[in-house]
């Protein structure tokens, strides 16, 4: 009996919307007709995400040019994530109240360092806790999750800090290639909704450019979603 490849029905169905939908990989296309293409192609059975991925004109390697900072979408993520808030007793409620999935203080440093367990995707702190998180810096650190001021994650007012990230707010820190890699919003969302979440990070990524890097800052721009093709678009 002759088994069938599930991966090899993939493939085909794969170029089959590719070549349905006209894309040419080495065309560089205006956003609204990279979101539609982008949306045309995916072949995930769930609402996967819309990815960007920039190629910066900047030596990673170097300090003052590492691209680091944080931005509210218009639109949100659409992708729902853990926070994890440390704070004083007397902040505890007004971030639980904000959203936050995990509250505390030195409790909370303590059991992560014991359990090495980090059930969160984005962790903030108030100023005064940061002295108190270096025990854990090793464990938040490795995990990109230790908090910043420079994505604002290190705040006097944490439980709005909160209340932002559960609305979309997004960080975003260059790769040791140069790259910058996120997440614009789901397949599901609205074309034009897409199309200016997209929009907000050029712009945003532009004004961060780091005055010691020269020459062309946003060299390359992909657009794509989980399983399909990476998309050119035109800046």
Not at 12 to 31: N, S
Not at 78 to 91: D, H, M, R, T, Y
Not at 137 to 156: D, F, H, Y
Request: charged letters at 25%; hydrophobic letters at 40%; one cysteine or more.
């Amino acid at each position: 009996m002759t088994k069938t490849n599930p991966n090899g029905r993939r493939t085909k169905a794969k170029q089959a919307a590719i070549k349905a939908a006209g894309f040419d990989k080495l065309k560089a296309y205006p956003i609204n007709e990279a979101v539609e293409l982008a949306k045309k192609m995916n072949m995930a059975k769930f609402d996967a995400s819309v990815e960007v991925h920039f190629n910066l004109g900047i030596d990673p390697r170097k300090g003052d040019q590492q691209i680091r900072s944080a931005l509210s979408l218009p639109h949100g993520t659409g992708k729902q994530i853990k926070v994890c808030a440390f704070v004083a007793p007397e902040n505890e409620e007004a971030c639980r109240q904000a959203g936050a999935d995990l509250v505390g203080g030195e409790e909370l440093i303590e059991t992560i360092l014991k359990t090495g367990k980090t059930d969160f995707q984005v962790a903030v702190a108030e100023p005064m806790m940061m002295r108190n998180l270096a025990k854990i810096a090793k464990i938040l650190g490795t995990r990109g999750l230790m908090p910043s001021p420079k994505n604002e994650t290190v705040t006097a007012n944490p439980a709005q800090a909160v209340a932002e990230l559960k609305k979309g707010k997004i960080s975003y820190k260059n790769d040791d290639t140069g790259n910058l890699h996120m997440i614009i919003g789901k397949v599901s969302f609205d074309s034009a909704k897409l199309a200016e979440n997209f929009q907000a990070i050029v712009d945003t990524v532009r004004k961060n450019k780091p005055s010691a890097a020269k020459g062309l800052f946003i060299k390359n721009a992909v657009i794509t979603t989980a399983m399909g093709p990476g998309i050119k678009v035109s800046l």
